[in-house]
């Protein structure tokens, strides 16, 4: 049968049928339970993971200080030349690695290989600007003083990731973390363990043939008692968490109460607003991809469509007939256009959706439904679907991580922009237009209240270069490009003297 050469990339990749799910550096190690991971995509085991402990967290941390001491003292520059090698790596295990992103979480292969394009972009984006760390220089109002600012490195950064971007997110951070000197301790989400230990192998690699101490890079597959361990661990300056709203609220709160620092990457409920001035074939590709990609699972993923009256029946209509050439499917076939979901609780959770939508007075124009038979065993494929809504519904209100549509009418583009802004998440955000006035509004301060808002393109697939991240229950976080390098190290203020006198600042008087 066709693995799509599955079996000959976890080899590649350096995975075992089971694994220590605990590394630092090349010392691999675990005490915790054994979890099975299988494929969404066909139901069959990939391999075991024996879990790390929070004795085995403990490890990590005290191979991280020791290593952090060491890598403070490496130069930025020399710091990003370790970084470009591990783009040069990612390259060479680009089609293993991606192929194992689409075959543990289900996403297409372009999707998968698509990730692995990130981490490599953001390593091109990290290189370049372990040279660039700049800080301000001030004039200083006292003679004889020079005034400056400078960056330092945190210490150890902690990452917590979610399933759907089992690889992706991990980079953003750790080439930022480590070009500014951090060290990191990572915990994937234990759906994607392997992808998790493939990606310590790759960095493993790397540190060894540049004989860097271990602990620069740990990774932890653990239960929650462990991820709870890292959000209290005083030990860890900045917590980056990427998840739901309900555990981004507790994670917030405790990093908060022991002043650490966190970026948080939370919920989306993204829209795009289709103006009667839209491009329509473009607005079609940009929504459905929107809305299947992932098959729904993006914190990106376009969730609602708020159309203008004029061209709703066009848009709708047009939506229904591209809905019913979406090809279904096993991911690594590069046919389809919609793999599984992540496990059947998604597929419960997807379920609910339905049921809540309808009785809060939905009307199903595509219905969903789980898909049964050949080459759908893992009970894990479901249709994508679409609902004419109120946006007020609950459902409506609250992200559900799977392809359910939501589409609702506008008549003027302030009540649209109200629509887009009042759910109680603010990640992505999108208008087709071809209408300057429209475009401007959208994007102003009387526009979108998100963290990402763009003009005639989807709310997902932004790029590496731009700050990724949203507003209000998205958590406020930013992580990747701009100076989002800012978060990942401390400021320091310096103040030098070089007279032999002491004026005081703000002009005052102390003589003995
Ligand atoms: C996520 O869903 O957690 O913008 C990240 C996008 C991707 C990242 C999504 N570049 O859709």
């Given at each position: 049968s066709n693995d799509f050469g599955i079996q000959k990339s976890l080899e590649n990749l350096g995975l075992?049928?089971?694994?220590?799910?605990?590394?630092t550096g090349a010392d691999y190690f675990a005490s915790g339970e054994t979890i099975d991971s299988y494929s969404p995509?066909?139901?069959?085991?990939?391999a075991k993971i024996q879990m790390g402990s929070v004795e085995d967290y403990e490890k990590c941390i005290a191979e991280a200080k020791s290593a952090f001491k060491e890598f403070r003292m490496i130069p930025a520059p020399k710091r990003g030349e370790l970084v470009r090698q591990f783009g040069l790596k990612l390259r060479e295990y680009k089609d293993d690695l991606g192929k194992l992103v689409s075959y543990e979480m289900g996403k297409s292969l372009q999707e998968g290989l698509g990730e692995v394009q990130e981490m490599i972009d953001i390593c091109d984006f990290a290189v370049g600007l372990s040279r660039q760390l700049h800080g301000y220089t001030m004039h200083s109002e006292r003679p004889g003083h020079r005034m400056y600012e400078q960056y330092h490195p945190l210490g150890i950064v902690g990452v917590i990731s979610a399933f759907n971007f089992p690889v992706a997110v991990w980079a953003w951070n750790t080439a930022l973390a480590w070009i500014c000197g951090n060290v990191t301790v990572w915990k994937p989400s234990e759906k994607v363990g392997l992808c998790g230990i493939a990606c310590q192998n790759i960095i493993n690699e790397v540190l060894k043939e540049n004989d860097?101490?271990?602990?620069?890079s740990s990774m932890i597959v653990g239960n929650h008692e462990v991820g709870q361990k890292l959000v209290d661990d005083?030990?860890?300056?900045?917590v980056s968490f990427t998840g739901s709203t309900k555990v981004g609220r507790m994670v917030g709160r405790n990093v908060a109460e022991r002043f650490g620092k966190s970026i948080l990457e939370l919920g989306g409920n993204n829209a795009i607003i289709i103006s009667k001035d839209a491009d329509i074939d473009m607005t079609i590709i940009g929504a459905v991809f929107g809305a299947v990609g992932t098959a729904g699972q993006?914190?990106?993923?376009?969730?609602r469509l708020i159309i203008h009256e004029d061209v709703y029946d066009t848009v709708v209509e047009r939506l229904k007939s591209a809905y019913s050439q979406l090809k279904i499917g096993?991911?690594?076939?590069?046919?389809?256009h919609v793999g599984p979901l992540i496990d059947k609780d998604a597929v419960s959770q997807y379920l609910n959706s339905i049921e809540n939508c309808k009785q809060q007075g939905g009307k199903f124009i595509v219905e969903g439904g789980v898909l049964e038979g050949q080459g759908f065993e893992s009970g894990c494929y479901i249709k994508p679907c679409i609902a004419e809504v109120e946006n007020s519904y609950k459902v409506v209100q609250h992200e559900t991580f799977a392809p359910i549509l939501y589409v609702m009418k506008y008549k003027n583009l302030e009540d649209a922009i109200a629509t887009q802004n009042d759910v109680p998440q603010g990640l992505s955000s999108a208008i087709m237009t071809n209408n300057l006035r429209e475009a401007e509004l959208f994007l102003?301060?009387?526009?979108?209240?998100?963290?990402i808002a763009n003009v005639?393109?989807?709310?997902?697939?932004?790029?590496?270069g731009g700050a990724f991240g949203g507003e209000k229950e998205t958590g406020g976080g930013r992580e990747s490009g701009?100076?989002?390098?800012?978060?990942?190290m401390r400021r320091q203020t310096n103040t030098i003297n070089y007279t032999d006198s002491l004026p005081l600042a703000q002009g005052i008087k102390f003589d003995l």
């Open positions: 075992l049928s089971e694994n220590k799910g605990v590394s995509t066909n139901g069959s085991l990939i860097m101490p271990s602990g620069i005083k030990n860890i300056a900045l993006r914190c990106t993923s376009t969730r096993n991911p690594l076939d590069e046919n389809n102003s301060q009387a526009g979108s209240d998100c963290g005639n393109i989807g709310t997902s697939g932004a790029e590496i701009s100076d989002v390098w800012k978060y990942y």
